[in-house]
């Protein structure tokens, strides 16, 4: 199952952790957490912090522990097609939270979601279109679903992760809509 997920951070410098995770299966359901930060990360990021609005304080209020919050992530996440729409940054966290908790960093990967997109209407639209055309049409498919994506993201890991499967909806029923009107 495809699920798409988003990190926020203490920062975008080098040493900068997780602090949010959140992720949605494709079918809807979802979970967030936030991350209190593992011995030694020490990072943070003022205006990062004006922009997902996450102070330290709250972390230590209401987040969980960074193994167990990477042992949740293994034990939900393990087998799926994991989608991200900054997979460079996403994978950064997700791999330095796998280490933090002991857990090989690999265990889990992430794609970037215009592959899911892209997947999700050729696979719907590949019997009913001749080759040059279905990539034309998956091409039109995935332009039109990611125009309508909020400009901005909200900066929050729930949020930002519910957008990307909302523009994942929006591909697959426009490749849907199109296989009605060819058939």
């Known amino acids: 199952m495809k699920v798409f997920l988003d990190f926020e951070a203490s920062s975008l410098s080098d040493h900068s952790y997780p ?10 359901r979802s979970e967030s957490h936030l991350i209190v930060p593992a011995p030694g990360w020490e990072d943070w990021d ?8 996450i102070n330290r304080t709250m972390l230590a209020a209401e987040g969980e522990r960074h193994d167990v919050v990477a042992g949740r992530m293994i034990e939900a996440l393990t087998g799926h097609d994991l989608f991200a729409s900054a997979p460079s940054w996403d994978g950064k966290w997700l ?14 990967r992430l794609r970037d979601t215009d592959e899911a997109l892209r997947e ?9 279109l001749p080759l040059p055309r279905l990539d034309v049409e998956v091409h039109a498919i995935i ?12 900066h929050r890991a729930l949020a930002d992760a519910v957008a990307e499967r909302e523009t994942w909806v ?13 058939e």
Do not use: M
Not at 120 to 128: N, P, V
Not at 143 to 154: C, E, F, L, N, R
Not at 170 to 182: C, T
């Open 19 to 28: 602090i949010e995770i959140a992720w949605v299966f494709q079918d809807g």
């Open 46 to 53: 003022a205006a990062a912090q004006a922009i997902h609005g």
């Open 95 to 108: 791999s330095r939270l796998l280490r933090a908790a002991k857990l090989p960093r690999h265990l889990l």
């Open 120 to 128: 999700t209407a050729t696979e719907i639209l590949r019997s009913a």
């Open 143 to 154: 332009a039109a679903a990611t125009a309508d994506k909020p400009h901005q993201p909200a």
């Open 170 to 182: 929006r591909a697959r029923q426009a490749a849907r809509d199109l296989l009605v009107e060819i």
